[in-house]
């Protein structure tokens, strides 16, 4: 195969070369901050979201930054997390076994690799009301619980609830956060 690369307008070559005959076309640079001394970068679906994200070993700073995905090509500003010295290139997969995606960087000093297992907050929810079976016409106490089962802090954690047609609000009570009704 013949290296070849075209230009978007004119489709003359170009002073830079690639393998095959792509003949597309690029938008304006577009870049996000990382940590000091972006090294190398690799892609996947971190937060499980099914959006493309980022993580790049950044051999300065001695870490890799996560750059969550917005799905339309845009990147949330990067959170950091430390290796050994000298990260010189990043991959990302399941090393666990647990279905999320890990990290790992081949740090050249002092000559390690560096593993990051993802952890996350795993929330449950529960629903009641009581008295059970609700009387028409009486006031019902209603108690959404949220639990974090899993091994991370969970943050700016929202749930709304409708309540069915026929039912007024009167009151919220929280034990952690607030309520709006």
């Known amino acids: ?29 577009t870049d996000f901050p990382a940590g000091n001394g972006p090294i190398s970068v690799t892609t996947g679906d971190l937060n499980l979201d099914g959006k493309v994200d980022l993580a790049v070993a950044n051999v300065v700073s001695n870490d890799v930054s996560v750059l969550l995905g ?12 430390g290796v050994a010295n000298l990260p010189d290139s990043v991959t990302m997969a399941d090393f666990d076994g647990d279905g999320k995606p890990d990290i790992a960087t081949a740090d050249a000093n002092p ?15 529960t629903m009641s009301d009581s008295p ?6 009486n006031n019902v106490a209603y108690s959404i619980t949220v639990t974090n089962e899993g091994a991370a ?10 309540l069915p047609a026929g039912v007024n609000f009167v009151s919220a009570v929280s034990s952690q956060g607030s309520c709006i009704g």
């Open 70 to 81: 917005d799905g339309a090509g845009s990147f949330n500003s990067p959170l950091s997390f």
């Open 1 to 29: 195969m013949r290296a070849h690369q075209y230009g978007c307008r004119s489709r003359q070559r170009q002073s830079v070369s690639a393998i095959g005959r792509w003949q597309g076309c690029f938008g304006a640079r």
């Open 132 to 137: 059970d079976p609700v009387v028409t016409g």
């Open 111 to 125: 000559g390690q690799v560096s593993v990051l297992l993802s952890i996350s907050s795993d929330l449950a929810i």
């Open 153 to 162: 802090a969970a943050s700016a954690v929202s749930i709304t609830d409708t």
